[in-house]
């Protein structure tokens, strides 16, 4: 509500800040940003919101902003009538704006305490705090780009921003691990050169916990990195454990620890938790894509196929549906179908993968070579897993194993899906599958 419209970053902010001080109380579901978010700037009735969300509390508020001075509303609301539990207007000065977000975590778990929580859930103090307000001015920009997406600009963005709050204050912990999950984001998505990008994630993570180790998201983002860079399972597991104890109620601790079950082959586990992440987080539509993908590694096909459809409900154009879909409809003997399915994929080195699966269960060797040979034009960098998949389902399995080791040695991030992925059921039987196995750490 600032006079300059220029204040959605700290608005932002506030809010995520919320979140995870929230988060932090035992007993007590917090939604995750990405589903909170939808709503904001909308006046939609809170009946509704708790409808879509599946709550019964609403949080909600504004910001206006000018100059050193901010003021800050904030209201507790039942879902089920719309009346009000609680509400608060802070008129305080911008430096005092972390004592600002203390009193109205306090406030709102007071206020939910004694009907949802048995009397226990006083929220942990914040560890967000920095001496410096520019500093804590850079880190809310950092985050949002951050939060904004995957391309290359936010992310530069954010990086920019978080090495501007780190030279403003070095001890500012909050920063370095923002600055690792974005370093691991660059990585991951091939952005820069994946061993630096990872080796910078590592160093400010570890940093982060150095400062502070009482901050869920820097355990977080070392877990990434342990994951995707060192496979370090036991490790990430480590890591996750200590940010669920810190961050109990953390949609993003559910997501990483359910990712690292499916890797690991622990289905059902990973499923359990999935389903809980939907809960968190029902409007985000990644949710369902990775639910919808574990239950087809799991051989749930139908229950797969609801998932991925409610993907589709909440953003038609989502990437990798489709493929997924196609390869159920491959599993189920349908390959015609599953190649009209995967004619509707927008992301191009899915589409061409999907491609290749179909149109070789279709008996068009011919088509599925053409397909393939694209594949590998465009993405052997960043498409080395899926050029393996491709060739272990077409029973190559030299070619396969080839490509393997090329994604091995590009720390392609599909691969910890080995153990998992059904793609490969042709190679299960040689030797040389236990044996990568055994290198990927997969294997005792």
Request: without cysteine.
């Amino acid at each position: 509500m600032s006079p300059g419209k220029d204040q959605e970053y700290f608005s932002d902010g506030l809010a995520e800040q919320l979140i995870h001080e929230l988060a932090k109380v035992s007993g007590l579901k917090v939604v995750g940003r990405s589903s909170a978010f939808q709503f904001k700037g909308k006046n939609e009735d809170p009946r509704e919101v708790g409808r879509k969300l599946g709550v019964a509390n609403i949080l909600e508020g504004s910001v206006r902003s000018e100059g050193d001075h901010v003021r800050i509303t904030a209201e507790l609301i039942k879902t089920d009538d719309g009346f009000q539990l609680w509400s608060q207007t802070y008129d305080r000065e911008i430096n005092d704006i972390f004592a600002v977000q203390d009193e109205i975590a306090r406030a709102t778990t007071e206020a939910l305490r004694l009907k949802l929580l048995g009397g226990n859930g006083q929220p942990v103090p914040s560890n967000l705090h920095s001496a410096n307000p520019e500093a804590y001015h850079a880190y809310l920009q950092a985050e949002y780009f951050s939060g904004r997406g995957q391309s290359k600009e936010d992310l530069d963005k954010a990086l920019a921003y978080a090495d501007t709050a780190i030279k403003l204050d070095e001890k500012y912990a909050p920063a370095w691990a923002l600055r690792a999950s974005v370093q691991n984001k660059v990585a991951e998505f091939v952005l820069t050169d994946s061993t630096e990008g990872f080796r910078k994630a590592r160093a400010d993570a570890e940093r982060a916990i150095v400062l502070d180790p009482t901050f869920a998201s820097a355990y977080l983002a070392l877990a990434t990195t342990q994951s995707n860079y060192d496979r370090d399972w036991d490790a990430a597991e480590t890591s996750v454990t200590k940010a669920a104890a810190l961050e109990p109620g953390s949609v993003e601790v559910l997501r990483l620890r359910s990712h690292l079950f499916r890797i690991l082959g622990n289905l059902d586990q990973a499923i359990k938790l999935y389903e809980q992440v939907v809960v968190l987080d029902p409007l985000r539509a990644n949710s369902y894509s990775a639910l919808g993908y574990t239950l087809y590694v799991g051989g749930r096909y139908d229950e797969a196929r609801a998932a991925l459809q409610k993907v589709l409900d909440l953003n038609p154009l989502a990437a990798y549906v489709h493929l997924t879909l196609s390869e159920i409809l491959i599993a189920e003997g349908k390959p015609q179908q599953a190649l009209a399915a995967i004619e509707k994929e927008p992301s191009e080195w899915e589409k061409l993968t999907g491609q290749v699966l179909a149109y070789h269960a279709l008996g068009r060797e011919q088509d599925s070579n053409a397909a393939l040979a694209i594949l590998i034009a465009k993405y052997s960098t960043g498409g080395a897993y899926q050029i393996a998949e491709a060739y272990a389902y077409r029973g190559e399995s030299d070619k396969s194993f080839a490509w393997l080791e090329r994604a091995y040695e590009q720390r392609d991030a599909g691969l910890p899906e080995i153990k998992t992925d059904p793609l490969f059921k042709n190679l299960r039987h040689d030797p040389r599958y236990t044996e990568f196995l055994k290198k990927m750490r997969l294997l005792g």
